[in-house]
């Protein structure tokens, strides 16, 4: 069975009740989620080995959030415990054409504030094959860089093949910083995930002919982008999902994957929206099951893409679609019919 | 005030809140169904004077299912109380792409294991203008199937009009086993329901140019279907309804009706799905009311397509539409606008 | 600030949960809500100095209605406490073809039977830039018709703009009644505020060729009854909401305003409907809010529409847009996209 | 199996979750029920043939209030339909010195506003062995008491059994008119049931040397009003219940019964409260079940006394306790272990 | 009316539902609440002029704070809007023997990163009657503990009465550290309410002969504290609270009133807990109403113990019962009989 | 770390929200559990290894018994897939006098028709040091006896202690077929948990002067109880636990260990019950920790009798607190004072 290592941070998110608003709310559903954890489980939930690594408090609620991934199978045992305090968010669902919203509450979380010496990566790497990770876990914070840091090169040295999604998010860091961070961390990647906006605010790298807000996708403007990338930054691969957003209700999901010498295409979905959080990690969850599986790269991406599409069809972050109902879509039925 | 009884199982119906997957939930909704249930419900409903037979264990949970039938007026006299457990399925209810899922747990239960002369049918049916059942009854074993041919031999006998509803359930039986008990039952029908599926996998009748999961529907194929069942069972009726999964969040929704001489196709409606499971049945439920209404065929095919339709906004299984709010839609008003 | 008084009835408004039916619910969503009063909590919400005028019962349940006026910044000291009752109303959510319904409770509520006397409306209205009711008031009784006489006369008195959205409840008085009684109210009339049925229902004014039901709508038919509307009574301006409802689910949803020399359309919506309870209140705080701000007519129209659209995707009746999101909209980003 | 009858009326009972206050409450659970219909459904459920005559709106609330009569299997066909609305209360559970509160909103329901000839009282209790109502109904107005009295005549010209629970009601009537009516109903009544404060406050029949609020009760005092009772209104029996409340979470239980010549009492019971509305009326089901079942007087009221006791243990107003666990605490196990 | 203002922070709480442990939610109810926080509310609950200064982000989350206040007519118009994050808190309730547990996330809340000149106190506190604050608002950090010093300053300078619980925190900061503090706070203070151990932790102040936790209190002990604290600080009053904890579900509570003359005892409840959060505010709102209302010391400690003894029936950390209640248990009638 | 395996049943159990009757339940909360699952949580929550061997289903209901125990540490690699289905239950929590009800659905579950070979003890009992499992195992029928036989005769040879419950259950077989099974079983067992009635109805092992039904215990007749069974099956210990209860609210709770030289009794506690079920199977993982941890007689005893004197506090069957809080009672603070 082969091993793959996420590292990044665990939050409690906590969303109102169905379609309710922030100010409506008088309770929240609590779950547990984070880019990298949302990898995590669902690699496990495809039968991987998966492992997650991160820091959280000693508290019940950080116990919650270690619970929750042994839940879904997840070995949490290179999990630190320590710290003040989990990160948190809030998400409201939108609909039709009122958007979700996000509200983190994230700074001096246990993860952020990690000490050096705190994850002994040799170690936590032996025997994996794959180490995953994003580009929001360095905007956490000079220390979580660092472990960021430790972390690719130590995965680098053991022949560990690297993925990161860019996630580049405005809130955490500049796009100066992010660009000075992510062009060190890049160096140790193989695989990158990104969507157009990501590598754009990035590393700067536009698409011609593109305006994501109207809709506007050309796939020649996508093929340029992963070029670029896989070139400026001497990547096996690079994958960047295509979203366009009729509403918050509709969307159309689809990706492409360039290897260096081909662009490859999915086909494109249309969604009717349960929980759009979590979309993306699912996307990249997909890609590194159906890799790692030696699927060639045109299956390889449709089974991404398949999976994220399903995912928007589960409520909260995580993906807990099996590989036979994603087999089931990438292979042409996407009727729903009953199972029985 | 016409008298229909109904004869079949009545389960335990699971499933999680909302969208949320098996594996997600912390809670399920509870409440009481059955192919045949829900059409007894469906008519007393309407109005009809509706009993409904089986039996359930004595215990509470027994009780809630004859308390859930009594709610929506059934007469529940003709129950019979015992045996060991009631039988009890899941429902986790897709979105999109994702197919809803069915999990039956329903061996044993106290109506599969029903013993000889339990039912006292000449008792039963004294009175009843319409007794309707099922191909999920017999499929329940050797016993149950014992007891549906005491329940329709005594209907012919007694002048009761007989219908059916197909159904074949792959879980319960083998096309064999299922070809065998079902060729003796129809023998005492006079109204056959079926999807196009069912009629293939009961009687191996296939319409020609039809492919169910593409969405094909040819309208010669099906009139072909029904005239075989028709003449080949010497049925006074044969309706079989169309459905077109578009995803597991819209379908489209229409039906047929063959009288022998000539074939009636209902309007097709778009529904955007609440609750798909139990749909099949409130076309059942609507055809019986508007034939025992004395409605031309044309008219109670409309009628009963138009009820089905409605069915798939309402949770759960029963179909708790009233004939006017059925009639409003059959006769042309589908805007859906807020009724003061 | 502009300050805006709003009168009218509070009520309870109680509603299964998600779609079940009535007879489906064992609890209901226990919400406070009334035409004019949803229009105060929009206002506020705005930013605006709304205050909200009425009568509701010296127990519990009339204090939680206050409190939730209060909940959303609302000034609520001109409330008159006393009477016997709060009115009531239970709402059932409808879905693709089934209809949403409304049942009322609301006779001899508190603020029908309101006694002279018990409003001072030159202090309640002292310092206020605009005053809004609607036809529903009145049609409380000849108690609260007299109420209403003496708040718009008041009004014009001192100078403050007063809107009316006609709002023809059929369930509380005859055409001929209303007619009458309307008759007299919109003389002191500044904006009036309707939908193509309220303005035949109250005053018999019909546009040629449109059906409503059938969804046809004619932009020469609107602007012939808003121009009989202003030319008529005298009136600043008439708007008029344009609702084409294709099913429960989803509506087309736009609207114009006449301003007794010109009319202006918006933008049509598609809107995937959440909750549709309120949409046209929420046209009407959107209209006032816009108007006090010194937008011009298209561009107040057009924010009036964006802010009608997103209610629909908002639980229970009031709106809880804020201008940032209701200008987004309007200003063309209809996409729903997460906002982190 | 005998039959009993039951007039009175049925609302809907709307209280927020668990013990919140009305303030904090933001749904609310609905229950129907009222004192008799709590008596109707207790008796169904311990067996007998049991009716409730009442009349409810036509529309969609009356009939939940309809459905959950027929649940719980009483028969519900001498409900007349029709009227514009079911009375309605509201429940806010009390705990430790915190007391419950009850806010009513039952002005004009249907049943209260009954018209002359709506209840053909000759064929409602045709075949019946026991009719029961309260002091309740006579209360609601005029109408109702009329329709009341025809009852009661109507049941002894029948030589039906009579009981009445006196049940004042202190917001519907003075001790005047509630004097005035009781005292002609109570001519036909043969089994009384009271608290102290009832005969009290209905009749002026005080026991010396008791004072309620002081949890001061002395078995003289009511064996003195049980006596003058029986005596003054040539009743067969008189029965009292015995409350002490130790705090809203914690009340002493007991009861006595005279009939004519001795008077009995039952054992005390210490209850720890889960919902104490309808306990009184779990008494009076209790009785009517154990006298009609030819239990001797002590034996019946210890019945009684079990079954309301055990009330208090349930959540609402209906009291679902089984003959078999009430004769289980009568006969001493109080012990509450698990049964498997 | 009186004014009061209150001072400190208000946070989210969230709890899981009923008696669940941490690791067993899946959601939490979310509530706002604080020391000074739920005092506000219990005041303006009482009829007074109630207003409530601090801090909170201008994000939906600090919104619903500042909702939850005017919810129950706290004048909110002294809120400072920015600052990062709400301070959180999480509730477990325990029972019989297992304690309740809070886990706090409160660390760089908005109100304890306060900046100078971010509250114009001569302009909050023109025209109070009164102001109130605790010992947990200066141990939010120095930026908090001037603003808290700068508060109560401005209210000696203007004559307001001041008000300070003690309420010492262990995880906010040291015993030496608010010894420090708390002995400049002190010096503005006119009456200081406290327990027995804040005494201890914060001054250093014991009484002789008592064990908190194996609940042996004595008089004479809590008179010693009091008037020490009181002759030492030069205050007006000294309040402290008897809590005797038999186990987490049920409580002994009272308290003593020290005025530099003589001492007052309240009586003693029993009090069953429904939530124990919240406990000692209510008896500082208690005090400062009564003693606002010009009661006499016995009359108004009594008060304040019998309202703070309900509080501890009520969810949530609010105490919303009105005076009159209030009232009736300090009269005497702790009999919790339902109140219709 | 030491390591225990434990062997049974995982059941689904379903219940009611708070006190609702089956009767009245329209949603059951789903949690998982079973008498060796429960311990294997709670070992594995106090920091030990745990282990749980079964057999559960590979449908999603399966997965979610597994998930459950997964999410608190427990090692599910010994865990089969396959069967038919999983074992269900029904709790109705009493109160007071009514009693909590149980109805099992458990006949035909994965584990009861488990197949030879199916489990390789060798393999799954390497390394353990303790082995646990209880009467009910057996009592599924005699394809789980012959596992259980198997698992203790395999751990036997490996020098693993041994323990078991007895758990007499009469609902799965009759006391002559427990006493011809358990006499095979208890052979290789060394530490036996019982209360009084187990050792009789299994064993018909009776103590002198004790009835349980009325609360008389006897510290003599548990003495002789305990000491027939370790001197008739040789065991090294022998537990009793000591049961009044006083109603199904109240209980009083204690326990006995007899080593086979001296009898030591654990000071009683006065529970208020949250939930009962699961109350013996805290005592066992309690005992099992305790004496693992090298803990002597009396400290071991107190601490297993604290763990589930604390495990009433705690809803559904798993006991879920931690070493410390358990302690923390053993050592005599049953204050339930708030943890801050």
């Known amino acids: 069975m082969k091993r793959v290592v996420c590292f990044g941070e665990i939050m409690m998110r906590l969303n109102p009740k169905g379609y309710l608003r922030f100010v409506q709310a008088k309770e929240f559903e609590a779950t547990f989620s984070g880019g990298e954890a949302n990898v995590a489980v669902a690699l ?61 509450d994230r700074a001096d979380s246990a993860i952020a ?36 840091l430790d972390a690719v090169k130590t995965a680098k040295k053991l022949g560990v093949t690297v993925s990161c999604d860019l996630n580049y998010r405005k809130n955490l860091w500049s796009k100066e910083k992010a660009k000075e961070v992510m062009t060190e961390v890049i160096e140790y990647v193989d695989v990158v995930i990104a969507n157009e906006e990501d590598a754009y605010d990035v590393f700067g790298i536009k698409a011609e002919g593109s305006d994501v807000t109207k809709g ?101 972050d995580f993906n807990l679609m099996s590989v036979a109902e994603v087999e089931a879509l990438a292979g042409g039925d996407a009727s729903g019919r009953v199972q029985r």
Chains 1, 2, 3, 4, 5, 6 share one sequence.
């Open 44 to 104: 496990s939930n495809y039968g991987l080995n998966s492992a997650y690594v991160t820091k959280v408090p000693a508290h019940e609620i950080g116990q919650c959030a270690v619970n929750e991934l042994r839940r879904f199978g997840v070995d949490v045992s290179g999990i630190v415990r320590g710290g003040k305090r989990l990160g948190t968010y809030y998400v409201e669902k939108g609909a039709s054409q009122r958007a979700s919203k996000v509200i983190y």
């Open 216 to 316: 506007e996708i050309s796939h020649e403007g996508y093929i340029s982008v992963a070029k670029t990338l896989v070139e400026k930054y001497n990547l096996q691969k690079a994958a960047i999902t295509l979203r366009t957003s009729l509403s918050a209700s509709d969307n159309l999901w689809s990706a492409m994957l360039y290897d260096g010498k081909e662009a490859y295409f999915a086909p494109e979905y249309k969604v009717h929206i349960v929980d759009r959080v979590g979309g993306g990690d699912s996307f990249g969850s997909g890609l590194i099951y159906s890799l790692l599986s030696g699927y060639n790269n045109q299956k390889a991406l449709n089974f991404a893409v398949a999976a994220s599409c399903l995912k928007h069809s589960i409520e909260h």
């Open 113 to 148: 504030l990690v000490e050096p010496g705190e994850f002994d990566w040799e170690k936590l790497l032996a025997g994996a094959d794959w180490f995953h990770t994003t580009g929001i876990t360095p905007a956490l914070g000079d220390q979580a860089t660092k472990a960021t």
